[in-house]
């Protein structure tokens, strides 16, 4: 056995027993110290015939560096190991948490996986956009009073010669004007799904949101492709047994325009629960649903008279195809809007009364996703 190796030996033996800091540092002064066993070495260098004197100081080198490290794995593993007791390596791991997406990611990624296996292009328009494409080429001219319900945050910029000024959209809607401009020629069917905003924060309001739109432009497209399309989202998302509705509307970029309503989940369209019911399906969470009297059947709280709103559609406007360049008597087309947030709270078991504790960043919502 060569010196090295014994003094490794040694210095091995002398580990297995150490198991404080303070008894670390101490063989580390024996062996690396100033008067350690390597500077001894190092002092012998002189004796040595200088042909020897290249290897042999490579030698104490290597020596050197295996000493730091086992000395240095100690440590980490003392460091490790307050108790100073050697690491049962046999012992299951620490589980981490694990992050999760936003529930209104996964919202988007399912409406969209919904809409893409029927033909549907996912695209993203603009969330920072002039007001020409989300208002005046949707047939809503600066005077029109149908532009108030759209409260819109303006950008404080120079207005564009010919598109006005920027805004944050209110709507997803200039996605569609955007979307017939990008491919100049039916057949379109896209699914515009992006952030919106407007000036309101309530229970049921946050500034900023989610929508998505819908659009369809063909030769010879009408009500009932719109009404298919709606009817098959609306199973596809909430369930086979959800039903949907048109209810006749006003949209300014839209003739005929609907609103859809789709059959409650609790009341199953009927407007109606049974006491039993509601008291089985009350829960903490779910403080939406309340008893109003103690007879055997009473109005369902959560929905107008069997019916919820999902959102807006209609046949699209030929002041729009027009302003997206489309040519109005060749070729028609539908378009639909709703809210990203509103369908998935809207969806049974999600158990959210209040958008806004989607955006207030508390994790002990978003693990339950
Ligand atoms: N943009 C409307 C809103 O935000 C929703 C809407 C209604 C979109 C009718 C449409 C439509 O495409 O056809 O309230």
Redesign the pocket.
Known sequence: MNITQSILQTLDESLENITSLDQLDSLHTKYLGRNGKINELLKDLKNIPSEEKKEYGQQVNELKQSIITLIDKKRSIILNDKTGKKIDVTLPGHEYTKGSLHPVTYAIEEISGIFEKIGFIRMSYPEIDWEFFSFEA?NMPSDHPARD??ETFFIKQTPHKKFGKMVLT????NG?IREMMRLGKPPMRMINIGK?YRPNWDASHVPMFH?F???CIDKRINITHLKGTIEYFAKAYFGEDREIRLRP?H?Q??EP???VDITCDICKGTGYVKKSEILSSKSETNSKIIVQNSKSQTKCRLCKAGWLEL??????HPNVLKAGGIDSDEYTG??????IERVMMMKPNVGLSNVRVLYDGDVRVLEQF
């Open positions: 949707l319900d759209f209110p709507h997803t809607s569609q919106t929508q739109e819908g659009l509307f949209f970029f839209t325009s609907f609103e959102g807006g559609t209609g046949m699209i539908w378009a639909f809007g709703f809210g």
